[in-house]
């Protein structure tokens, strides 16, 4: 064809210029090659097979597993004027039959598949008849079999290469290892294509990890002082946390909805529906929510639990900040954690329990470090020799380290008399009031006040001895047992013991306000970057965009996101020769909103 993929960028889209590392992948694509894409969320990733399908001819294929939000995806095409359609277990018959009969009369730009739709054959015979110009493999980390998100429909993609040899195949994601980068290669037949890494880097989210105390009056106190009436996930672990939270949010007066694979479909679908539709709605979820959500404004991530790996820990966060505003991850994090994804790492069988015992040291490590964790999050997916970031808690407030050596043989000791004198094993709380010198009924019980370690730990308090476990937990000096979470000993514990090795532990603190004030700076966005006379132009443009949005029935985002609106606030244009030249600002858009959008800054009306 004789559209170039900047002619596309700028004509359909409304942007002059590609992010970097874009245009060489879609250059690539469009010559008819296969690519491998590793590029963070927000990066821009979609236009890497979108542009590609529409230069080339014939009708690009995206295989996705969203299937929940596939009519968001498509619909945010259909508003640039590209045609697009999907094929999905959603559909009736009659729906399905009129998305075929437009793939195979050449009128679909792109057509969404579910991975599981090209397991039927009926699928691969309607693909066989039409024109392809290129596969897409989104989410192509959901291949890897030991990853967070494994899909086994992503297994068969591999026969793609072999049905249509001569049709180039992109695949991509916002996560992944080095090992899982190999095996997103071999399992889809990539070894031969081109691999394109992008750094992982997202300098505008603000990551900030905090010691677990009072969790619930920390999650409200970070959203009313950070986060006041803004977009943002809560993640929980279990789903009864999941309702709970919700329900705390709801009765402290801030809009939250629950979302778990226990609620039914329909719960389920309205509760996305309506994040993705309103400002300032919280969802609180377990990890079933959240994966291609495209909500740009997203404010905040925050975890109550710690997340089981750290793939997941930068795939759930990504979703912050989409927009390249600024953006919080924050995660209270604390012992119960550790304890309960220790125990948790040792079931299943030996190869499953030595992933999982990997995947939680890498997460642990980022927790207790005193150093940069941006730096140590780009380290874990191989970008090596990063700078500190400015803009972690540990580069704002750089915690304390002490020498924890005598502290972490105090504990050690307690653990080891107790199995060798008593036969006994017991959990934190008995072994810490042991260390404090408590007598309280059960340690009286179990006659532990005349052990020789009772009351050698009083110059460090409760808090402070907690925080002692959970660290030897997370350095592996201390182990527990999956049946009743009781602490032992490992292998690596002789050494301390002997005082042969040091323990430099991280000394727990509340962050002090002057982060927390630089963090809320951060992310507001609205109030750092618009000029006085431009925030109100904004709100009002804020509110033409919710009533169209409303009106037609699909995400604000849709109309414009918020960064084009900032644009059109900042510079006011009068005319649509100006407004085309705002970024976001394609020519389908410009036909159906510039009119409007002329009207709104000039005051005449709110109303689409």
Wanted: aromatic content about 6%; some cysteine; overall charge negative.
């Amino acid at each position: 064809m004789d559209t170039t993929p900047t002619e596309v960028l700028h004509r359909v889209f409304g942007y002059d210029s590609f992010r970097a590392g874009q245009q060489e992948i879609i250059d690539h694509v469009v010559a008819g090659g296969d690519a491998l894409v590793l590029m963070p969320t927000g990066g821009g990733k979609s236009l890497c097979y979108q542009i590609p399908a529409l230069v080339r001819p014939g009708v690009g294929v995206v295989v996705s597993p969203l299937i929940a939000l596939m009519q968001d995806q498509v619909d945010a095409l259909r508003a640039l004027g590209v045609r697009a359609g999907f094929l999905n277990s959603t559909q009736g018959f009659d729906e399905r039959q009129l998305v075929e009969a437009e793939f195979l009369a050449g009128e679909l730009d792109l057509l969404y598949l579910a991975p599981e739709r090209l397991r039927v054959e009926a699928t691969m015979r309607l693909l066989a008849k039409g024109d392809i110009s290129v596969f897409a493999i989104d989410e192509a980390h959901c291949v890897a079999q030991w990853g967070h998100d494994f899909r086994p429909d992503y297994l068969a993609l591999s026969e793609l290469r072999e049905r249509w040899p001569e049709v180039p195949r992109i695949a991509l994601t916002a996560t992944a290892t080095p090992a899982t980068h190999e095996e997103i290669s071999s399992r889809l037949g990539l070894d031969q294509a081109r691999h394109f890494v992008a750094g992982f880097d997202r300098p505008n989210i603000h990551y900030r990890i905090t010691p677990k105390s009072e969790p619930k009056k920390q999650l409200l106190e970070f959203l009313r002082t950070e986060h006041p009436d803004e977009s943002g996930i809560v993640y929980c672990l279990s789903r009864s946390s999941v309702e709970k939270i919700a329900e705390f949010l709801v009765d402290n007066g801030i809009a939250a909805v629950p979302y778990h694979a226990g609620l039914d479909a329909r719960t389920r679908a309205a509760h996305q529906a309506r994040f993705l539709r309103e400002d300032g709605l919280i969802v609180v979820a377990t990890i079933a929510f959240g994966m291609g959500i495209d909500k740009p404004d997203v404010r905040f991530v925050a975890h109550l639990d710690l997340p089981k790996s750290v793939e997941g820990y930068y795939q759930e966060t990504g979703r912050a900040g989409r927009d390249g505003l600024p953006a919080t991850a924050w995660m209270a994090y604390g012992l119960q954690d550790v304890v309960q994804h220790r125990r948790m790492a040792m079931e299943g069988d030996d190869a499953h329990r030595r992933r999982q015992v990997l995947h939680l040291d890498a997460m642990l490590a980022l927790c207790e470090t005193v150093g940069c964790r941006r730096v140590m999050l780009l380290d874990y997916f191989g970008q090596k020799g990063s700078e500190p970031c400015g803009n972690c808690d540990t580069c704002q407030t750089p915690p304390e380290s002490w020498d924890g050596t005598v502290a972490a043989q105090k504990v050690l000791s307690t653990v080891l008399r107790l199995a060798r004198e008593r036969r006994q094993k017991f959990g934190v709380g008995q072994v810490v009031d042991i260390l404090l010198g408590k007598k309280t009924a059960k340690v009286l019980q179990h006659g532990h006040d005349s052990l020789t370690v009772f009351g050698v730990g009083a110059d460090l308090g409760n808090a402070e001895w907690h925080g002692v476990v959970r660290q030897l937990l997370a350095q592996g000096l201390l182990a527990v047992e999956s049946d009743y979470g009781a602490l032992v000993l490992t292998d690596a514990s002789a050494a301390v013991l002997r005082g042969q090795r040091e323990v430099p532990l991280r000394r727990d603190t509340l962050r002090p306000a002057r982060a927390k004030v630089a963090a809320q700076a951060k992310s507001r966005p609205e109030a750092a970057a618009l000029p006085a006379e431009a925030a109100p132009v904004f709100e009002r443009l804020r509110a033409w965009r919710a009533s169209v949005a409303k009106e037609q029935g699909v995400p604000a985002y849709v109309i414009f996101h918020d960064a084009t609106l900032r644009e059109i606030a900042t510079r006011s244009p009068s005319t649509l020769a100006e407004l085309s030249t705002v970024n976001g600002v394609g020519e389908n858009k410009l036909a159906k909103y510039g009119e409007q959008v002329l009207q709104t800054l000039a005051g005449g009306g709110d109303e689409g």
